[in-house]
């Protein structure tokens, strides 16, 4: 535990402007990121007695050993660089918003030439509109086979336009009336693209207009007696009636808005959002999150909003956001919404009439979320610190191994082999630190060597980390030993395996040991990177460093776990001791008897069948096994589809397919003339001769044979066989 006054600012480094501001915690890990209209006011608040700050706020300031800022221009530019600086290095201090489930949208993909209508999940792309989110995916496809009647927009898979274009044929959606099917040219591309924008402005609120059209429109079919196409105008308009009795009205001004709810407690928080659009409620969302730091309703609201609106642009952001508190400073994100819509928005707290009441059914359904939550997670929190403790026991490591690391090796008879490394945290997996290692320093099958290999280079890359940010002492004497054992023409080696030319935060104050600024890896004579720059200027440089991401090698488990038994235990334990690090527990999980082994014992440890500890360690092994055989069978995939021309150094796939297709098959490429293969787009002369010299030197595919008549099938002009 640090000492805060160990790198409290020293008065009148840090500026009184606005800002934002980073804690940083003993490997260089971003663990909070705060701002602040005066940073010299927000930071001094951190460095009172530990006994009169909030016990969260005491934890993180214990838990940090350094603290850096960068100064802004205004509250608006804080306030952006603040959720920037949270998405980036997703901060263990800060309270973050993370979707219950993958809500499904609607989606109409306008950056297509024929757009579809479809349900999409996941990051939103460009040129797609969306519409939602929506609790269940039947409920889009409801609505949407409601609206095909009326709007015949396509709905198909690539693949099946595809065919129908290459047969003449539309899909069965195109014979019963709801599609347009551009497949087969029934429209033009200009007049489908029309239906779809009709369908994205009704699903965006604009009904009323649309709905008297139709109405106008079957009055005036009826009158010139076309009672056929009066008829279907009628059931028309009756779908798009029952469409929008789905979603019943809520504002009768055709308002658009968003509005936020929380519920708390001590120790957690639930957000829900209600999505209005037209004055009908087109979406429901809702989140759940520890409340690791000191914050208040109106601080949960601001974090809600920059989860929210953080990635959208436009008419996304709506004009009115409706929240049960003001953020701190409401003007200036009032102002970052407005910067993010393109036009004002307002941010108010509902006093009265239907807004304020259906505030009250948002905050309902917070609450129920957040009590369906507590009793989910209740077991749930439990078993997991009970497995962490019975490993602790088991293995009578110090502490429970909050962070786990397991690596398994992979292979089809010695080809193509490959580990994985899994990462699970507090007992729940972590996928964004998973990683795939080929095997690069010999050929064959010998997981134990393989498994020595792997551990070695993934633990360099965190010694490396390690030397790049100066956390290796040197002696003073020539190859002196440091703290760990290692020495100082090793420890060159290592720091040697870092990128040069990034340069450390200006704006870093003292870190928890004080070391000087030429250590390895700080900018200093010897550092490659050059001179580090002067400290507690109260900025940060343009060129930022990279430390404090979560996705890097600098953050060690507390517990090394490998698929298998006693020898990929001791190839593990020898990597590490080679490497000087003996502070990580080691042990393997043999299939067989589900046995646990531990280095240098002859004996197995046994945990028993219902144990909670051996069921954890069991689906982090599986884990392992899962990702590493999906890695060996992609590798595996691909080296049986390559063909001659993946041979070719420097040809990608733009420009092979550009020779396939130029020339439609392998076979006439092959006979083809280098100044034949110079007329392709974008090949030019030595590429050409590259492309001829390494067909010539590859041997042609033997003819497929049928084995029902033993006719030999020659490959025809076109690439496929007869």
Same mark, same amino acid.
């Given at each position: 535990m640090a000492d805060p006054s160990s790198y409290r600012p020293k008065p009148g480094q840090i500026p009184d402007s606005p800002g934002v501001y980073k804690f940083r915690d003993e490997h260089r890990r971003v663990i909070y990121v705060?701002?602040?209209?005066?940073?010299?006011?927000?930071?001094?608040?951190?460095?009172?007695?530990?006994?009169?700050?909030?016990?969260?706020?005491?934890?993180?300031?214990?838990?940090?050993?350094?603290?850096?800022?960068?100064?802004?221009?205004?509250?608006?530019?804080?306030?952006?660089?603040?959720?920037?600086?949270i998405k980036e290095f997703d901060p263990r201090f800060n309270v973050k918003y993370r979707d219950d489930k993958s809500y499904p949208y609607l989606a109409v993909t306008m950056n297509e030439e024929f757009p579809r209508v479809q349900v999409m999940r996941g990051a939103k792309k460009k040129g797609v509109r969306y519409f939602g989110p929506y609790s269940h995916a039947w409920a889009i496809r409801e609505t949407v086979d409601l609206m095909l009647r009326v709007f015949p927009v396509r709905t198909c898979s690539a693949g099946v336009f595809k065919r129908s274009a290459q047969i003449g044929r539309p899909c069965l959606l195109g014979y019963i009336g709801k599609c347009a099917a551009p497949c087969v040219g029934r429209v033009t591309p200009?007049?489908?693209?029309?239906?779809?924008?009709?369908?994205?402005?009704?699903?965006?609120?604009?009904?009323?207009?649309?709905?008297?059209?139709?109405?106008?429109?079957?009055?005036?079919?009826?009158?010139?007696?076309?009672?056929?196409?009066?008829?279907?105008?009628?059931?028309?308009l009756g779908a798009l009636k029952k469409a929008l009795e789905k979603n019943a009205i809520v504002f009768n001004d055709a308002t658009d808005a968003d509005l936020i709810a929380v519920a708390e407690d001590e120790l957690e928080a639930a957000v829900q959002i209600f999505h209005v659009r037209g004055g009908?409620?087109?979406?429901?969302?809702?989140?759940?999150?520890?409340?690791?730091?000191?914050?208040?309703?109106?601080?949960?609201?601001?974090?809600?909003?920059?989860?929210?609106?953080g990635e959208e642009t436009g008419d996304s952001?709506?004009?009115?956001?409706?929240?049960?508190?003001?953020?701190?400073?409401?003007?200036?994100?009032?102002?970052?919404?407005?910067?993010?819509?393109?036009?004002?928005?307002?941010?108010?707290?509902?006093?009265?009439?239907?807004?304020?009441a259906l505030m009250v059914t948002v905050a309902r359904n917070a609450q129920q979320a957040l009590v369906l939550h507590?009793?989910?997670?209740?077991?749930?929190?439990?078993?997991?610190?009970?497995?962490?403790?019975?490993?602790?026991?088991?293995?009578?490591?110090?502490s429970a191994p909050l962070r786990i690391e397991c690596f398994d090796i992979s292979h089809l008879q010695g080809d193509d082999v490959v580990a994985s490394m899994?990462?699970?945290?507090?007992?729940?997996?972590?996928?964004?630190?998973?990683?795939?290692?080929?095997?690069?320093?010999?050929?064959?099958?010998?997981?134990?060597?393989?498994?020595?290999?792997?551990?070695?280079r993934r633990f360099k890359r965190y010694l490396s980390e390690k030397a790049r940010t100066g956390e290796w002492v040197e002696e003073e004497s020539s190859g002196g030993a440091d703290t760990s054992g290692r020495t100082v023409?090793?420890?060159?080696?290592?720091?040697?395996?870092? +990128?040069?030319?990034?340069?450390?935060?200006?704006?870093? =104050? /003292?870190?928890?040991? *004080? !070391? &000087?600024?030429? %250590?390895?890896?700080?900018?200093?004579?010897?550092?490659?990177?050059?001179?580090?720059?002067?400290?507690?200027?109260?900025?940060?440089?343009?060129?930022?460093?990279?430390?404090?991401? +979560?996705?890097?090698?600098?953050?060690?488990?507390?517990? =090394? /776990?490998?698929?298998? *038994? !006693? &020898?990929?235990? %001791?190839?593990?334990?020898?990597?590490?001791?080679?490497?000087?690090?003996?502070?990580?527990?080691?042990?393997?999980?043999?299939k067989r008897l589900e046995e646990v082994w531990v280095p240098e014992e002859d004996d197995p440890v046994v945990l028993p069948r219902s144990s909670e500890g051996l069921y954890l360690l069991q689906r982090v092994r599986d884990e392992a096994h899962r990702f590493a055989i999906t890695y060996q069978r992609a590798k595996r995939t691909k080296r049986f589809k390559a063909g001659p021309l993946d041979a070719v150094p420097g040809l990608g796939d733009t420009r092979k397919h550009a020779l396939i297709k130029h020339f439609g098959s392998v076979k006439r490429l092959r006979s083809a003339t280098i100044d034949e293969i110079c007329e392709v787009p974008g090949i030019g002369r030595k590429t050409a001769e590259t492309v001829a010299a390494a067909l010539a030197e590859a041997v042609p595919a033997a003819p497929a044979v049928n084995t029902a008549t033993g006719e030999i099938m020659e490959e025809d002009d076109g690439g496929s066989t007869t």
């Open positions: 705060g701002k602040a209209k005066s940073l010299r006011q927000r930071l001094a608040n951190y460095f009172q007695p530990l006994t009169s700050l909030h016990p969260r706020t005491a934890t993180m300031v214990t838990t940090a050993a350094s603290v850096e800022w960068t100064v802004v221009a205004t509250e608006v530019e804080a306030l952006q660089l603040e959720y920037s600086w200009e007049e489908h693209r029309e239906l779809a924008e009709d369908f994205s402005d009704f699903m965006a609120g604009r009904t009323g207009a649309y709905l008297r059209r139709v109405e106008q429109q079957m009055m005036a079919a009826a009158e010139d007696m076309e009672y056929e196409r009066a008829a279907r105008l009628r059931d028309d009908r409620v087109r979406g429901q969302r809702g989140w759940v999150t520890d409340k690791v730091e000191a914050v208040d309703t109106a601080g949960l609201v601001e974090h809600a909003l920059q989860q929210l609106y952001v709506p004009k009115e956001v409706l929240v049960p508190a003001l953020p701190e400073d409401a003007d200036a994100v009032s102002g970052w919404l407005a910067s993010r819509r393109g036009s004002a928005v307002s941010l108010r707290i509902p006093q009265r009439g239907d807004k304020k507590k009793t989910k997670r209740a077991s749930d929190l439990t078993t997991r610190s009970r497995a962490l403790e019975e490993i602790a026991t088991a293995l009578e490591l110090d899994v990462v699970f945290e507090d007992g729940l997996a972590r996928k964004s630190e998973y990683r795939r290692f080929q095997i690069k320093g010999f050929e064959g099958q010998d997981d134990v060597r393989s498994m020595h290999e792997v551990i070695s023409g090793e420890l060159q080696t290592v720091n040697e395996l870092q +990128p040069h030319g990034e340069l450390q935060s200006v704006g870093e =104050l /003292v870190d928890a040991s *004080g !070391r &000087p600024t030429d %250590a390895p890896g700080r900018g200093g004579p010897g550092d490659p990177a050059g001179p580090a720059p002067a400290p507690h200027s109260g900025e940060v440089s343009a060129l930022q460093d990279e430390d404090g991401r +979560p996705k890097r090698f600098a953050y060690p488990p507390q517990l =090394l /776990v490998v698929d298998g *038994g !006693r &020898p990929q235990v %001791a190839a593990a334990k020898r990597a590490l001791d080679e490497l000087g690090i003996d502070d990580i527990a080691v042990c393997g999980l043999a």
